[in-house]
């Protein structure tokens, strides 16, 4: 099925070159990055992740976030996410192929990574990490595949394919889980060092990860001849209405244990994130930013007329999406840095290269979607119209 990527419009091929020369300039800069070295990027010895790792955190929520079509679709029943479980799926698979691209280029010496396969160490979270997002990309190339094969030929899927779609929902579950275990298994770091970092990994998931799905839809719908269906959409965004409800409650639970507490350790890293400390400011705008869209967007969400608009629903969704992406981005990875334990502040700016190569991974990630949605939508014409 795949030469039915090759067929399009010319708006289609147009993106395709464009992302793929995003890409390129990327590929450009992460070549200059693998000769000099890390030294490119605005990481320092303090602030020793930053915008690559970030960008890996919260695209293991996207990918997380399709348990929330397969769960209601095949434990439950509900026809209505039919038409779009596999939108899911290869949604999933497009963003674990970003987060492994990110853990590369945050490597440094891409050779690093062979060290966890050849000296596997069982008590790293790391090496959990690693097994759990590849066989959620493996699960999720071989169900979205099969499945669309299956349709295609309007034969039912075979049986083995559904202890593997059973398996995805726990195997999703997992991967965000492990990741928050990465930040909430450092002692080290007070901001990161909370029981419930991996409940709010899951709940800021489960509201990106469907409002860009649902983004996709509406896009689809306009340009795409494709039409996901109004029940979905809608039972869609109140799956998103209800998940950043209960982010923003994790976040403001937070806040309190931190002030009322009133232990400096705590205190200081949310003061950093939406005060500055010491006259370092350099989050808060978009710290501020990410709450004012958190909560328009709730608002938007959960007033029904608002809601039911495509126009309306698609702003709140894009609120969504961003909100989060600097909530759960830099707003958490680089605030766990600063300041030190040692209660230094080195700030941290990412650099053009490092700007750059980002955009090439996610656009080497939006050019693989792209492709996967382009031969759903290829098959679903032809099923529509034999």
Same mark, same amino acid.
């Given at each position: 099925?795949?030469?039915?990527?090759?067929?399009?419009?010319?708006?289609?091929?147009?993106?395709?070159?464009?992302?793929?020369?995003?890409?390129?300039?990327?590929?450009?800069?992460?070549?200059?990055?693998?000769?000099?070295?890390?030294?490119?990027?605005?990481?320092?010895?303090? /602030?020793?992740?930053?915008?690559?790792?970030?960008? &890996?955190?919260?695209?293991?929520?996207?990918?997380?976030?399709?348990?929330?079509? /397969?769960?209601?679709?095949?434990? $439950?029943?509900?026809?209505?996410?039919?038409?779009?479980?596999?939108?899911?799926?290869?949604?999933?698979?497009?963003?674990?192929?970003?987060?492994?691209?990110? /853990? &590369?280029?945050?490597?440094?010496?891409?050779?690093?990574?062979?060290?966890?396969?050849? $000296?596997?160490?069982?008590?790293?979270?790391?090496?959990?990490?690693?097994?759990?997002?590849?066989?959620?990309?493996?699960?999720?190339?071989?169900?979205?595949?099969?499945?669309?094969?299956?349709?295609?030929?309007?034969?039912?899927?075979?049986?083995?394919?559904?202890?593997?779609? *059973?398996?995805?929902?726990?195997?999703?579950?997992?991967? $965000?889980?492990?990741?928050?275990?990465?930040?909430?298994?450092?002692?080290?770091?007070? &901001?990161?060092?909370?029981?419930?970092?991996?409940?709010?990994?899951?709940?800021?998931?489960?509201?990106?990860?469907?409002?860009?799905?649902?983004?996709?839809?509406?896009?689809?719908?306009? *340009?795409?001849?494709?039409?996901?269906?109004?029940?979905?959409?809608?039972?869609?965004?109140?799956?998103?209405?209800?998940?950043?409800?209960?982010?923003?409650?994790? /976040?403001?639970?937070?806040?309190?244990?931190?002030?009322?507490?009133?232990?400096?350790?705590?205190?200081? =890293?949310?003061?950093?994130?939406?005060?500055?400390?010491?006259? $370092?400011?350099?989050?808060?705008?978009?710290?501020?930013?990410?709450?004012?869209?958190?909560?328009?967007?709730?608002?938007?969400?959960?007033?029904?007329?608002?809601?039911?608009?495509?126009?309306?629903?698609?702003?709140?969704?894009?609120?969504?999406?961003?909100?989060?992406?600097?909530?759960?981005?830099?707003?958490?990875?680089?605030?766990?840095?600063?300041?030190?334990?040692?209660?230094?502040?080195?700030?941290?700016?990412?650099?053009?290269?490092?700007?750059?190569?980002?955009?090439?991974?996610?656009?080497?990630? &939006?050019?693989?979607?792209?492709?996967?949605?382009?031969?759903?939508?290829?098959? =679903?014409?032809?099923?529509?119209?034999?």
């Amino acid at each position: 099925m795949l030469e039915k990527s090759l067929k399009g419009s010319r708006g289609y091929w147009i993106w395709i070159i464009f992302l793929l020369i995003v890409a390129a300039i990327g590929f450009f800069f992460y070549l200059r990055q693998l000769d000099y070295g890390l030294g490119v990027t605005g990481m320092s010895r303090d /602030v020793s992740w930053g915008l690559y790792i970030a960008q &890996f955190t919260f695209l293991v929520g996207i990918a997380a976030s399709a348990v929330m079509l /397969v769960l209601p679709y095949y434990l $439950h029943d509900y026809k209505a996410f039919g038409k779009i479980t596999v939108l899911g799926e290869f949604l999933a698979v497009a963003a674990v192929i970003m987060c492994v691209l990110f /853990v &590369f280029v945050d490597l440094g010496q891409p050779s690093r990574v062979m060290n966890v396969l050849l $000296h596997p160490s069982p008590t790293s979270i790391l090496f959990w990490d690693m097994i759990v997002l590849s066989g959620y990309l493996l699960i999720n190339i071989f169900t979205g595949w099969v499945i669309l094969t299956c349709n295609r030929k309007e034969v039912p899927p075979p049986g083995w394919v559904k202890p593997l779609i *059973y398996l995805s929902i726990p195997w999703a579950i997992s991967i $965000h889980t492990v990741t928050a275990f990465i930040y909430a298994g450092l002692p080290g770091r007070s &901001f990161w060092l909370t029981a419930i970092m991996a409940p709010r990994f899951l709940a800021s998931a489960f509201a990106s990860g469907p409002a860009l799905l649902i983004i996709f839809c509406l896009i689809l719908k306009r *340009y795409g001849r494709f039409d996901a269906g109004e029940k979905a959409i809608q039972a869609l965004s109140k799956i998103v209405a209800y998940a950043l409800a209960t982010s923003i409650f994790f /976040v403001l639970v937070e806040l309190f244990t931190a002030f009322y507490s009133q232990i400096p350790e705590q205190a200081q =890293h949310f003061l950093y994130l939406f005060t500055g400390l010491e006259g $370092h400011t350099k989050l808060v705008p978009w710290m501020w930013t990410s709450a004012v869209l958190a909560f328009a967007a709730l608002g938007m969400l959960i007033i029904p007329p608002i809601r039911r608009n495509d126009g309306w629903l698609a702003v709140a969704c894009v609120f969504v999406f961003v909100s989060l992406w600097i909530e759960k981005g830099l707003g958490l990875v680089v605030t766990g840095f600063i300041p030190s334990p040692l209660e230094t502040i080195t700030e941290y700016v990412p650099t053009g290269a490092e700007i750059a190569i980002t955009l090439g991974v996610w656009a080497i990630g &939006f050019m693989i979607l792209t492709i996967l949605y382009r031969i759903f939508i290829t098959v =679903h014409d032809e099923k529509e119209n034999p």
